[in-house]
Antibody, heavy 116, light 106 residues
Framework: QVQLVQSGPEVKKPGASVKVSCKAS????????MTWVRQAPGQGLEWMGW????????KYALKFQGRVTMTTDTSTKTAYMELRSLRNDDTAVYYC?????????WGQGTLVTVSS | SSELTQDPVVSVALGQTVRITCRGD??????ATWYQQKPGQAPVLVLY???NRPSGIPDRFSGSYSGDTASLTISGAQAEDEADYYC?????????FGGGTRLTVL
């Protein structure tokens, strides 16, 4: 069965970077994009971007351009999302989800807390 | 505007039918996708495209479109349908989510 297992919670200081991983299993990793979505505490969902596992092409939300990098490692079937120059309002649960359009399987989420 | 607008709160009596709407100009060109999210859980895909349900989603969930509005209809709402519902759709710069609708089943 399809599973996306994300890395554990992180606590970072403002200005630092965080890299969240998402290990996929149960499907052909190369044939799907991976979408990243975040959710601040008590808030709605926010699309961050997606990356093709086939060719590495990525599309980022305008809000995050220059601050986010999404990558994939096909040898380990793992997707990564790195967010730099963290601010307090980057505190959120970060999700990976399979597919670019209408992502159908989601990871369990990774809580990233940014605090001095 | 590329925003997607949802009513923040909707309620329905147990067993009745409820419609949750998502409005935005982008819906004139692109389909909506609908997700259900329960507290402390990841979102779950419930509808996509014209009116497609992933396997495992009950057929009481259906979708429709009119102009700039997409609707998610739950026919015969159950207690387990109480959740937050989010729509999303493409826009010129990627994908955008609506603000979400909290559905209460009375």
């Amino acid at each position: 069965q399809v599973q996306l297992v994300q890395s554990g919670p992180e606590v970072k200081k403002p200005g630092a970077s965080v890299k969240v991983s998402c290990k996929a299993s149960g499907y052909n990793f190369n044939t799907y994009s991976m979408t990243w979505v975040r959710q601040a505490p008590g808030q709605g969902l926010e699309w961050m971007g997606w990356i093709s596992a086939y060719n590495g092409n990525a599309k980022y939300a305008l809000k995050f351009q220059g601050r986010v990098t999404m990558t994939t490692d096909t040898s380990t079937k793992t997707a990564y999302m790195e967010l730099r120059s963290l601010r307090n309002d980057d505190t959120a649960v970060y999700y990976c989800a399979r597919g670019g359009d209408s992502p159908d399987y989601w990871g369990q989420g990774t809580l990233v807390t940014v605090s001095s | 505007s590329s925003e997607l607008t949802q009513d923040p709160v909707v309620s329905v009596a147990l067993g009745q039918t409820v419609r949750i709407t998502c409005r935005g100009d982008t819906l004139r060109s692109y389909f909506a996708t609908w997700y259900q999210q329960k507290p402390g859980q990841a979102p779950v895909l419930v509808l996509y495209g014209q009116n497609n349900r992933p396997s495992g989603i009950p057929d009481r969930f259906s979708g429709s479109y009119s102009g700039d509005t997409a609707s998610l209809t739950i026919s015969g709402a159950q207690a387990e349908d109480e959740a937050d519902y989010y729509c999303d759709s493409r826009d010129s710069s990627g994908t955008r989510f609506g603000g979400g609708t909290r559905l209460t089943v009375l």
